[in-house]
C-alpha cells in the first residue's frame, strides 16, 4: 500500500533553515569537542527524518554530510579563494598576502589602505605617510608634525587622493603623487574617513567629534551636507554604488544617504563588530555579539534596508573582523577562539573553508592577527 504524506508548502524550506541553523550554531563549537557529536547526531536525525518524507528531503542529508567535511580545517593558508590581495596586521608588522598564499612582511608600519585598483598602499609611521608598492618599495613619503593616522586612498587609477589624520586630529587630503598636501578640516573625530565611489569628484565623508556626519568635495573645501549628530563612528563606508552611508558606531550602525537622509538605525549589543561592503552590490555584512558568548556573521541589503538579514555562520567567541572578496564571492571572517579564519561563501550553497593556526603564521609571539583589506582583482 502506498502511503502519501501532504506537506505543507514551504514546509522543507522551513525544515532545512531549522536545521542549517542548529548545524551553524552548535557544530561550530571549537572546544569542548565533547559538544560535537551530540549537535551533529541531532542534525542528522532531523536530516534523516526529512529524508523519509521527500525527495527534496533526503537532498538535505547530502547537505549536511558536506558541511561535516567543511569542518576540517586547512593546516595552513595554501592560498585566497578569491583574486587579490590581502593586508593583515601581526606584532611582527604587517603583511600582504598574495592570491597563491605567498605573504611579504612589510617594514614597521602602522596602517596600510589600498589604491584604487590595488596598485600602491598608502602608508603610515608615528609623523610620516608613505606611498609604496606592495612589495614594499617606497615611491614618496611625507612628514608633518603630530602622529599621522587611518589614511584612505580614493579615486580613479589616474586620479587620486589620499585622505589622512594628522595633530588635532584634523583631517588631511594629498595627491596621489605625493604633491598639493592641504588642510580640509579640524578637530574630527578618529574613524576612518571614506571616498564616496564612482562620484565623478572626490567627495569625501568624516565625522566630527559630535557624531555629525560631513560630505564634503575635497577640490574645493566647502561643506556640501551634514548629516545631523548622533553617536561617534568609528569607521565609514560606502556600499558599491554609493546609494548609502554606513556609519558604524560602537552601539549602532547608521545607514545614511548622501543627501542626508537617516534611512536606518540598528542597534548593535555590547562588544567588538566589524563591517565589510560587497565591491559589486547593495549587500554589506556585520559581524555581531548575541547572547553571554556568541557571535554571528549576517549579511544586509542596503537596497532593502528594514529586510531580515542573512545569518551565513554563528558560534562561540569573538569575530574581530571582516572582509569582502574583490569579486564578491567570498567573506573572510576572523575568528581567534578558534585560532581560524574562515572563507565563508555569499552563495546559495554557503561554503565554508577554514583555515586552522592563523596566529603563529603572522607573529612569532602566537597573538592572532587583525585584517586590513582585501584588493583588488586586477591590481
Not at 245 to 265: E, F, G, K, Q, Y
Amino acid at each position: 500500500m502506498n502511503l502519501h504524506v501532504d506537506i505543507p508548502e514551504g514546509a522543507e524550506e522551513r525544515a532545512w533553515e531549522v536545521v542549517r541553523r542548529a548545524f551553524a550554531e552548535r557544530e561550530a563549537v571549537p572546544r569542548p569537542r565533547r559538544y560535537v557529536r551530540p549537535a551533529l547526531a541531532l542534525a542528522v536525525a532531523l536530516a534523516v527524518v526529512a529524508g523519509a518524507l521527500t525527495g527534496p528531503g533526503r537532498a538535505v542529508l547530502g547537505d549536511i554530510r558536506q558541511s561535516v567535511g567543511e569542518k576540517n580545517a586547512a593546516p595552513a593558508l595554501f592560498s585566497l579563494p578569491a583574486p587579490g590581495r590581502l593586508i593583515v596586521y601581526s606584532t611582527d608588522g604587517p603583511w600582504i598576502v598574495d592570491r597563491d598564499g605567498s605573504k611579504r612582511l612589510l617594514d614597521r608600519y602602522d596602517e596600510l589602505s589600498w589604491s584604487p585598483h590595488g596598485k600602491y598602499v598608502a602608508a603610515t609611521r608615528r609623523q610620516e605617510l608613505f606611498a609604496i608598492e606592495p612589495n614594499g618599495d617606497v615611491h614618496w613619503s611625507l612628514a608633518r608634525t603630530g602622529r599621522i593616522s587611518v589614511p584612505t586612498w580614493g579615486g580613479t587609477r589616474n586620479d587620486t587622493r589620499i585622505a589622512y589624520l594628522g595633530a588635532g586630529p584634523n583631517l588631511r587630503v594629498v595627491g596621489g603623487d605625493g604633491k598639493g598636501d592641504r588642510l580640509l578640516a579640524q578637530n574630527v573625530a578618529r574613524a576612518t574617513p571614506a571616498w564616496l565611489p564612482a562620484a565623478g569628484r572626490h567627495l569625501l565623508a568624516f565625522a566630527d567629534r559630535r557624531g555629525g556626519i560631513h560630505l564634503v568635495d575635497v577640490d574645493a573645501p566647502a561643506a556640501l551636507r551634514h548629516e545631523p549628530s548622533g553617536e561617534i563612528p568609528q569607521e565609514l563606508k560606502w556600499v558599491a554604488d554609493g546609494s548609502v552611508l554606513l556609519a558604524l558606531s560602537p552601539r549602532s550602525l547608521r545607514i545614511v544617504r548622501p543627501n542626508r537622509t537617516l534611512v536606518r538605525r540598528i542597534a548593535l549589543p555590547p562588544g567588538p563588530h566589524s563591517l565589510a561592503v560587497s565591491p559589486h552590490t547593495h549587500l554589506f555584512a556585520l559581524t555581531r555579539r548575541f547572547g553571554p558568548d556568541r557571535s554571528e556573521l549576517l549579511v544586509f541589503d542596503a537596497a532593502h534596508p528594514f529586510r531580515t538579514p542573512r545569518r551565513l555562520f554563528a558560534a562561540t567567541g569573538t569575530f574581530t573582523g571582516v572582509e569582502w572578496s574583490p569579486d564578491g564571492r567570498w567573506l573572510l571572517l576572523a575568528w581567534p577562539d578558534a585560532d581560524q579564519w574562515l572563507f565563508v561563501g555569499t552563495g546559495r550553497e554557503r561554503k565554508v573553508l577554514p583555515v586552522a593556526r592563523v596566529a603563529e603564521q603572522f607573529s612569532q609571539t602566537g597573538v592572532f592577527p587583525a585584517l586590513g583589506g582585501w584588493c583588488c582583482a586586477q591590481p
